[in-house]
Structure formats: C-alpha cells, structure tokens
C-alpha cells in the first residue's frame, strides 16, 4: 500500500501545472488553424485537447513539429510545473516510426528540472512502454566478460536451435528484463532450453538479457540506441490494471491510449502517479520548487531588504582580493539569501511535509527504508546514514577551513586528518606578518590525525557521546574516531598547505611533516584528498576541544596505590 496519500500526490505534482505544449504531428497548429490548411488535422481531438487545457485554467500550445520540443527545453522554456502532451509516432513520412518522440524524452529524463510527460497515442501501451523503458537505459545489465561468452555460445548453436531459443523470449521476459528481473515463471521454458544447449549455468541470466535486448533494439533507430543512457535506473509498469508508465532521472511518462477521451488524462496522470509511489523526499523537494516558483518575485523584496543592506552585500564581494576569495563570498551570499527566501514560505513546505509524513505507521527505521524504497538495508545502513546526514557535508571545491575532513595515501590505505584551525586564520591575506608571510604560499594548518575504527554497531550505540565522524567513502560507511573515549585526547599535528589550501575537485596538495629513514623531521610532499566539511557546530566542538589540549594547565596529582 502506498504511504503517500492521493490528495498530496496531486498537490505535488498536478496542482502546480500552469502550461501545457500539446505535439502531435495529426493536430494542426494555431497559425494553420486561421490560414484553414486543407491538410487532414484531426481538428476534433486538438479542439477538445486545447479545450481541455484551458479548462483547468493552463496556458496551451499546440504543435505538430518535434523541433518545437526540443527547442523548448533546450531555451529552458519547459519548466517544472509544464506538462507535455506528446504523441508517440511523429514523423508523417514513417507513421510507425517513435525515433523522434523517443528523442525528446531521452532529452527530457537528463535533463536538470523535472519533466512530466502524458503520451498521448493510438498506438499499444505496451509496446510504448517497452520502447521507452529500453531507449532510457530499462534493462538488466549484461558485463562485457559475460556478453562476449554468450555471443561465443550463440554463434556456436545450429541456426534451428538458436531460432527456437529467440521464439521463447517472449514479451512477458523482455517486460520481466525491463524490470530488471528475467527469471520469472514466463523465463522457465526459455531457461529450461537453454540448459539443454548447453548454456553454464552461471551464464543463464545474461543470456536471457541478450536475448530481450536484441528484441528491443530490432525495434528501434540507431539515433535512439546511440541517446540511450546505460546503467540508469528505470522504473516501469506494465500491469493492464491501472495507466503503463515509465521514470527515470527527471522524468515521468504515462502513457493513455487515444480511445480514451481528454477528459481522462489528469485522472490517468494521477492513477500513475499513485502506482508509482515516488520517495517523499523527491516529493518534498518538487513540492518545495513548485512552492518556490508560486510565489515568484512577490517576495523578493523581503528577501533583498533595503538597499543599504544590498550595498554592504555587495561590497563584501567587490572587496575581495582574489578570484578564489570572491567566489567563496559569492556562494555565501546565495546561501543567505536562498535560506531567507525558504522562510517566506516555510508555512507551506513544512506544513506539507509534515502531512506527508504524520501518521505513518510502524517501526520508524522500517518505514523509512520503505518510504525510501531502501531494500536489502540493515538498520546499521541506515542509522549511520542518518549520522552522516546530521554531522557533515561534501566539500569538494572552495578554501580550506575549519571542519574539513581529508585523507592522504599511506601503505595501501590511508591517513584521515581534520582540519582544526580557526577559519578566519585561513582566509588568504589575514596573516600578512612572520611565519605566515615567510611561508607564502604555503599555509601553515594544525590537523587532528583521525582513527578508522571497527566495531560500526558500537559506535552507532554511542553516538551521542560526540567523538566521532560518520562519513561514506566509497561505498563504504566509515567511523573515524576524533578523540579517544577514555582521555579525550587528540593526536594533533601540524602541516603546510600549497596554493593557500584551495581545494579543486576535491583535490589539494601539501606537505606533511614526518620522521625521515634517520627519524629527524622531514617535509613530504603529498597529495591530498577532501572527503567532507562538518557541520559548523560539530566543527566548533572539535576546534575548541582541541584548543584546550593545546593550552591544558594542571597539577601534577598522585594517585592513591591500589590495593
């Protein structure tokens, strides 16, 4: 059963709606509609569609050249909150032909807002389906080891017993491929022939997928296996019992056979969307986008305050001395200003939010992993996802600064190190006296050496005791241990950063300072790593915990023997 409600699905996603571009190479266009083109449109449908549109108070545009599609997203004049009504055959000279149509959703699914698509046609759901599922990457994923053994076995076969091997792979498999799962009760005849050709076993599921990718690609145009994404995530329906559709990236598809009045499609849009049961947090941010867009420049005068503000606003970032600096204010500026403008309308986003997730029922971990669709997670997955989330952030531009957790290369693993100088010390120019000025353009920066530990249950039960950083690192969850549990001692060090510590796709480079084959002090060169910035507070923590290591006083107490 979905968790997302009906009512909040089409508040998300329909209510929004305000255009509609309706391409249809059977409809005619305004203009031909006032010069009376005797060419047969189908007058009727296109009357009513527009009609339609209308009706639900959208703007409307009606089109018959796909041209018109592809300009529109590549001008960026397709928005979010734009539906297109597309039909599947385009191409008047190749009625049965989808390349174009299938053109314009390929663009649409990489494209970088969301894109929701009504496919209107006459032709079979599907097998409109099937060959959208496939141009958008559907299908299960053949290695290049694995595919070269099955074509080695097929090209091995008799002609009559490769022919009879193809005529199992009906469409129920290629539906079954396009979900990403072929081994179902349909795949047993075509599993059981296999076998008795001779097929590994091993080899049995990529052959199956082989089989459904030649299928489909006899269907389509090179134009269209050339545009096709691999390794994407395609969700698709195939079921008679509610409308077929397709997602995948920025995209989603419903298609609605002709023979179905207009009056359906939003019905029809919105039945797919309930079948589709998309996470609640893509639903908040499209809601919150959507929520964005609505209220437009009405409150761009709250946000940009007086002109006095503006001015010191500005002046901030015409100050700067360098081209790194001047970046680095320009991107907090647009961070307050884009946390002011959520404010305006906090009321909405969160009180949407918080209808979405009230009354959810069950184990609060278990309902998330659903929600999140999540499978094959263990709670350890999951609560050290959550910490992740709560104590960092990618960092993989901008300046070095306090919080910057980074590693470095060393005997086949690595070191991890936390950058535990004060920020405004690492600003370039603010030091422009003594060491800091001889050593120009190396930065001088005091590093907490952080610990990998084992034991991730552990850990995760005393998380809240705050010495530790979880972060994923390919692919991997990791804790890095920050401060020793029982003296809450650091291992503090210092290092030299070159070019000022500017951190380029996550790159940087320094010297360390590490005993030589004599064991005095030496300088290695090194190339470093930025793997995540800690959140401000839990930063601060570290900075100031390790300043009090630095400048510990105490009494030398003695210790009472123990018995």
Known sequence: MPDITPELLKEAFI???????????????????ARQESRKFDYERAGSLFEFCRGQGWLCDVDNAVQVAE????????????????????????????TKALGVLQSLAISNHFNIVIIYTAASPADVARDVAYSLGGGCE????????????????????????????????????????????????????????????????????V?????????????????RQTGAKVEVCFSDAQPMWIAEGNLFAVIVNKSNPVTVLLEQLHAALISWDPSPLRL????????????????????????????????????????????SHIRDLYSRLFEKLILEVDDIVVGFGARLLDGVKGTPVEVAARMAKASGLSNLDIYHALNEYLCSDAHAEGAMTTGVVFRAPKDGGHNYWLCASPACDLVEGQNNIGWDKELH????????????????????????????????????????????GTT??????????????????????????????????????????????LRSDYANKFLAESGYQRARIGVDFVCLPKP
Not at 15 to 33: E, G, K, S
Not at 91 to 96: G, K, R
Not at 310 to 326: D, K, P, V, Y
């Open 15 to 33: 209510d929004p709606i305000r255009f509609a571009l309706v391409l249809d190479d059977d409809f005619p266009t305004y203009a031909q509609m």
């Open 441 to 484: 353009p190396y930065r001088p920066i005091s590093t907490i050496r952080l610990t990998p530990v084992n034991g991730l249950q552990k850990r995760l039960e005393v998380a809240t005791e705050g010495r530790d950083i979880f972060l994923f690192i390919d692919g991997v969850p990791v804790v890095l241990e920050v401060a020793d």
């Open 488 to 533: 809450r001692k650091m291992k503090l060090e210092t290092m030299l950063l070159s070019g000022g510590g500017a951190i380029v796709n996550a790159k940087f480079s320094g010297l360390i300072i590490g005993p030589n084959d004599d064991g005095l002090p030496n300088m290695i060169a090194t190339e470093f790593e930025s793997l995540a910035l």
């Open 142 to 209: 053949v290695s290049a080891a694995e595919l070269l053994e099955v074509n080695d076995f097929f090209e091995g076969l008799d002609p009559e017993d490769y022919d009879a091997i193809k005529a199992e792979c009906n469409v129920e498999i290629v539906q079954g491929f396009l979900g990403s799962d072929n081994r179902g009760a349909s795949a047993r005849q075509l599993i059981k022939l296999l076998h008795e050709k001779g097929i590994k076993k091993p080899l049995t599921r990529s052959a199956i997928g």
């Open 211 to 227: 089989l459904c990718r030649e299928y489909l690609e006899s269907k389509l145009s090179a134009d269209v296996l050339s545009s």
């Open 71 to 98: 300009e529109f997203e590549r001008a960026k004049h397709l928005n979010q909150s734009d539906l297109l009504v597309l039909d599947f055959h385009l191409d008047s000279d190749n009625p049965e032909d989808p």
């Open 284 to 327: 908040l941010m499209i809601h919150a986008r959507a929520a964005l867009e609505k209220v437009g420049t009405t409150v761009d005068a709250k946000v940009l305050e007086t002109p006095r503000r503006q001015a010191g606003w500005l002046l901030r970032i015409i100050a700067s001395t360098t081209a790194a600096e001047r970046r």
